[in-house]
């Protein structure tokens, strides 16, 4: 084994050129690296795409193509998608919650008479411990 080999090359048993497209951004040490990607987009599809990006951007695609088959791998379904779809949702969620906290926040500062006698009206109600611990939450 030649120590001088990329992990694509290693992987796919083959010499690497001095000019292998695959070198700077699949190093010997990392070789799960290339295996995740070969096996979503296959190596000719992936030395296909690095040529044809300009070469200062090939290491974030090489980096991108890693991440997004590294999803796949774990969701063949839906892949790096379902990850976003889950990540908008709580953005939705918090962006709620904050929306419904600054409405009740102006709604005190407008009315603090109406919270104030509520409070005081509602001491000896046993609800009432429920009601004010959720508005603390």
Not at 23 to 43: D, L, T
Not at 81 to 86: A, F, M, N, P, T
Not at 95 to 102: K, N
Request: glycine share 4%; with cysteine.
């Amino acid at each position: 084994m030649n120590p001088g080999r990329c992990a694509a090359c290693r992987y796919l048993r083959r010499r690497c050129p001095p000019d292998c497209i695959f070198s700077p951004y699949f190093p010997p040490n990392n070789p799960q690296r290339f295996v995740s990607i070969h096996r979503i987009y296959g190596a000719s599809n992936v030395a296909k795409l690095l040529q044809q990006i300009p070469s200062h951007l090939r290491t974030q695609a090489a980096d991108s193509l890693y991440l997004e088959a590294q999803y796949r791998i774990e969701d063949p379904v839906y892949g790096c998608v379902g990850l976003i779809s889950l990540l908008q949702q709580q953005i939705h969620d918090v962006e709620r919650q904050l929306a419904m906290t600054q409405a009740e926040i102006a709604f005190r500062a407008r009315h603090p008479q109406a919270v104030e006698s509520n409070l005081l009206n509602n001491v000896g109600n046993p609800s009432f411990s429920n009601q004010a611990s959720s508005w603390f939450m």
